[in-house]
């Protein structure tokens, strides 16, 4: 599964990842796949 992972979309953005997961539970952002082992992968291109 090929995606960027919560920290490396936290570091493009200079964003916390507790921010990210906040954005996640308000619904301000849709929930990723997430891989076996339970992380969350983000698609590399954003949705229009």
């Known amino acids: 599964m090929e995606g960027l992972t919560i920290s490396q979309i936290a570091k ?3 964003v916390n990842i507790e ?3 906040y954005y996640e539970r308000r619904g301000l952002i849709s929930e990723p ?4 082992s339970g992380y969350r992968k983000f698609p ?4 229009k």
């Open 33 to 36: 796949p997430r891989t076996e």
């Open 19 to 21: 921010t990210i997961r």
């Open 12 to 14: 493009e953005t200079s």
């Open 44 to 47: 590399q291109s954003r949705e």
